[in-house]
T-cell receptor, first 114, second 111 residues
Framework: KAGVTQTPRYLIKTRGQQVTLSCSPI?????VSWYQQTPGQGLQFLFE???????NKGNFPGRFSGRQFSNSRSEMNVSTLELGDSALYLC?????????????FGDGTRLSIL | QKEVEQDPGPLSVPEGAIVSLNCTYS??????FMWYRQYSRKGPELLMY????GNKEDGRFTAQVDKSSKYISLFIRDSQPSDSATYLC???????????FGKGITLSVRP
């Protein structure tokens, strides 16, 4: 069974630009969550999507947004990029609507802002 | 006070050693406890997933949860150089998808 797939693996952008990251969950998984990982703050929860709806949201500004498609694939968008947005962005999926299932992570997209 | 505190590293041990990794937490609503392993340039890989207090064993790995003390541990027996990675504890309340992570500890197992 294929794992969580994230594209692209690496991305370089400049301040003020916007970026879209993609995540394909494990087949059959319907919940997709996004996390930001930085050396200073560690892993922080961005948001979760289930059945094409944002179900939970972390403490990030509105520049961070996402969506989920009917096939459970998800995209994350960051607008007006800032230097502090440089990070590893991780996507995780879980099988069902319930929260008593562990999340499985992809290898992330490394975003660098110049 | 952070919700999850993880012993700072890095940690270096000789091959074959028993490794003990620890996390404490302050939020009594946490119900599910996980340990993830992260290799360089890779995403976190789920190692252990537990719900109740007590021990759970999987091969060379044992996860221990003490909800009364708000303390979780991961023990690695007969450590191998391939165990060299960053280990992250994570927990959630079961009420939403937000995992709260410790900062992680980098383990190096010397041959």
């Amino acid at each position: 069974k294929a794992g969580v797939t994230q594209t692209p693996r690496y991305l370089i952008k400049t301040r003020g630009q916007q970026v879209t990251l993609s995540c394909s969950p494990i087949s059959g998984h319907r919940s997709v969550s996004w996390y930001q990982q930085t050396p200073g703050q560690g892993l922080q929860f961005l948001f979760e999507y289930f059945s094409e709806t944002q179900r939970n949201k972390g403490n990030f500004p509105g520049r961070f947004s996402g969506r989920q498609f009917s096939n459970s694939r998800s995209e994350m968008n960051v607008s007006t990029l800032e230097l502090g947005d440089s990070a590893l962005y991780l996507c995780a999926s879980r099988p069902e609507s319930g929260y008593n299932q562990p999340q499985h992570f992809g290898d992330g997209t490394r975003l660098s802002i110049l | 006070q952070k919700e999850v505190e993880q012993d700072p590293g890095p940690l270096s041990v000789p091959e074959g050693a028993i490794v003990s990794l620890n996390c404490t937490y302050s939020n009594s609503a946490f119900q599910y406890f996980m340990w993830y392993r992260q290799y360089s340039r890779k995403g976190p890989e789920l190692l252990m997933y537990t719900y109740s207090s007590g021990n759970k064993e999987d091969g060379r790995f044992t996860a221990q949860v003490d909800k009364s003390s708000k303390y979780i541990s991961l023990f690695i027996r007969d450590s191998q150089p391939s165990d060299s990675a960053t280990y992250l504890c994570a927990m959630d309340t079961g009420a939403n998808s937000k995992l709260t992570f410790g900062k992680g500890i980098t383990l190096s197992v010397r041959p």
